[in-house]
């Protein structure tokens, strides 16, 4: 099994619409990244949490330490948001070597 | 940009060979990461550096090799390749090493021939 665990794998979805990806870990953290990788390859950080909720323009993201389980939301979807969103989770205390969800790919319609 | 720069942005190369991959973290950044991702096995860390020290080793094979100098640019060493070598490998900088955002730089992108 799986560290990070990510749902859906895949999600289409038409521009407008509200997004949620899904992560879930299964052991102690110190925190939890979102990451955005654009079609050409690129990666962004989006998110870096230890608890409660984030917010930056149109995306939020929540995580809650007690059930590990965090989401990104995306709120009035675009195309430009289309890209892979990968959740990482940081293991040690002391160093922040990230583990890594396989990935969501999200393509949003016009 | 992310203010992280690495070189070169593609590499082919043909098994048996040796590369050198470069890093330069963003200024004041400490700390260096490199990842590795490849279709099979995605996102995977491969090593940390602090300040010239290496911090925290994960996934790397022993015919992979790293080192950070006095200006805290790093280099990873990457021999007899083989066609499985063939990946993304990213580098990314924080300023301490600890939990904190990562900044990623653009990758570079290996072909293994």
């Known amino acids: 099994k799986n560290e990070v665990e990510q749902s859906p794998q895949n999600l289409t979805a038409q521009e407008g619409e509200f997004i949620t990806i899904n992560c879930s870990y299964s052991?102690?953290?110190?925190?939890l990244h979102w990451l955005q990788q654009h079609p050409g390859g690129g990666i962004v950080s989006l998110f870096m949490?230890?608890?409660g909720k984030k917010k930056h323009g149109r995306l939020i993201a929540t995580i809650n330490i007690q059930e590990k389980h965090s989401s990104l939301h995306i709120t009035a979807s675009h195309p430009r948001d289309s890209a892979v969103y990968i959740c990482?989770?940081?293991?040690?205390?002391?160093?922040?070597?990230?583990?890594f969800g396989t990935g969501t790919r999200l393509t949003i319609i016009p | 940009d992310s203010g992280v720069t690495q070189t070169p942005k593609h590499l082919i190369t043909a098994t048996g060979q040796r590369v050198t991959l470069r890093c330069s973290p963003r200024?004041?950044?400490?700390?260096v990461y490199w990842y590795q991702q490849s279709l099979d096995q995605g996102l995977q860390f491969l090593i940390q550096?602090?300040?010239?020290?290496e911090r925290a080793k994960g996934n790397i094979l022993e015919r992979f090799s790293a080192q950070q100098f006095p200006d805290l640019h790093s280099e990873l060493n990457l021999s007899s390749l083989e066609l499985g070598d063939s990946a993304l490998y990213f580098c990314?900088?924080?300023w301490g090493g600890g939990a904190e955002t990562q900044y990623f730089g653009p990758g570079t992108r290996l072909l293994v021939l």
């Open positions: 990314a900088s924080s």
């Open positions: 550096y602090y300040n010239g020290e």
């Open positions: 949490l230890s608890s």
């Open positions: 990482a989770v940081g293991l040690d205390f002391g160093n922040e070597k990230l583990t």
């Open positions: 200024s004041g950044d400490l700390s």
């Open positions: 052991v102690g953290i110190s925190a």
